[in-house]
DNA sequence: TCCCTAAGATTGTTCAACACTTGACAGATT
DNA sequence: AATCTGTCAAGTGTTGAACAATCTTAGGGA
């Protein structure tokens, strides 16, 4: 298929990697809802690439979580179960207060990107651009996983995130109060900053138990179109026996 | 190329994940060594499937963590850094503890379980069977996650200990004392089963520290080898921007 | 010796074909 | 009418061959 002949930028990506990348922001903002079905070819012919490329595109997507697929049958954007409303709340939990009360000496460096991210998140909700303060939000929260200081983790709890925040944009658009989370958001921040880190768990812990009871009532509420593959639907990613 | 007719049973698995299972138990058995280039072309061919699954294959495992790819430079069989191995412990002592003093009341099916681990444990111990032995050991480790009740931290765990069990294969085939190990399992597992949740913590928490003082020596030992691919090598597993 | 270039090898990507599953529909059977 | 069955189309799974892009290596020239 006729390419823009263009040598942007010393791409490091393959072109597999970045269709992946262009399918992932199309599932994060929402404009690919969950339980849309996707189909090879008429979706790599669209991008411009061959399908074998779409193939391994989705194949990284689904191991992501963001898509599920079950053998001749498909490939379809995955959707939120209350259950995993319930297990992606219970690792934040787990993981981000201890992370925050981990944060005895945070870096200064560590701390402006907090608060910038903060500043980005007042921003977008003042303009009203919703795909971008819910981007913002998690990535505060991701970044407060940094204090664990592990990579591995960083990454799983990326991967966490991104399934969450696939059914946040959808959900919270009609939120009441958004300028509440911003202040919610600030002095979480402020707090931390100042070191009176059981404060600030104390502050998250608050924090996240309301969250996880706006999005689960909404997914639940959501529950109705989701009566066909009556199949057994696993809900992790694809796995093997160790 | 030539496949056995066989309909073996109903296989719900595509030869790709298959394939991917293959290398997975060549990679964890340490029949495929750390640092090993991995060719495309041959290895499809030794499999009798195409290049493309392959690729599939290669790629499930590189997001697994158990292959690097450097684009256009091919792809070998991950290294652990010592910075990995601190990692995984750092890890591995945030989950298990936790998991451990989540164990209020365990089920009889899961008790049972983890007893049987440490028979086959032991069995495979005396039988001199080093392999088998680091998968029983890691799998009653993964079981013991099963407390915090959470699918996603459990598939989680389990390419974590997968990554570990690469480096542990190779290593521990001189190990002092074995029979040492059997006794702190069943002592683990015990003050598990009566309820010694503090107890059963300290013991594990020490079992840990050892395991990883004991891999870790071996490992920075092993850093001879390590001195091609001068390139950033990325220890954690592919990702994109959130 | 050092730099440059050309050749070879290997990966990245595309294309076209075929086999196999699945789901749906139409006709036959009761 | 309801159910069963065979057929068929759509879509995925897999293959094999080709070409493009890139890295590595080996020579050749200064």
């Not at 909700?125 to 591995?152: C, E, K, M, P, Y």
């Not at 812990?205 to 057994?232: C, F, Y």
Request: some cysteine.
């Amino acid at each position: 298929m006729g390419e823009s002949p263009d040598l942007r930028e010393l791409r490091r990506l393959s072109v597999a990697d970045e269709v992946a990348g262009v399918l992932r922001l199309r599932i994060l903002t929402g404009e690919l809802r969950p339980g849309t079905a996707l189909l090879e070819i008429p979706l790599a012919s669209s991008l411009g690439v061959s399908r074998n490329t779409m193939r391994e595109a989705m194949k990284v997507l689904s191991l992501e979580g963001l898509l599920t697929r079950s053998v001749h049958r498909g490939i379809a954007v995955a959707e939120l179960t209350p259950q995993d409303i319930r297990d992606i709340y219970q690792l934040r939990r787990m993981l981000e207060l201890s992370a925050v009360q981990a944060a005895e000496h945070p870096s200064k460096d560590h701390l402006e990107r907090l608060r910038s991210l903060v500043d980005q998140y007042e921003a977008a909700v003042r303009a009203g651009d919703w795909t971008s303060a819910v981007a913002s939000d998690l990535q505060f929260h991701s970044l407060l996983i940094r204090f664990h200081n592990n990579r591995r983790l960083e990454s799983f709890y990326q991967k966490v995130l991104r399934e969450l925040r696939m059914g946040m944009v959808l959900v919270d658009r009609g939120l009441d109060n958004p300028t509440r989370l911003i202040r919610v958001h600030r002095s979480i921040y402020q707090l931390l900053a100042a070191g009176k880190l059981q404060q600030c768990a104390a502050a998250l812990a608050q924090h996240l138990e309301e969250s996880e009871t706006r999005i689960s009532k909404v997914i639940s509420d959501h529950a109705w179109a989701r009566n066909r593959m009556p199949g057994p639907r696993e809900s992790a990613p694809e796995s093997k026996a160790v």
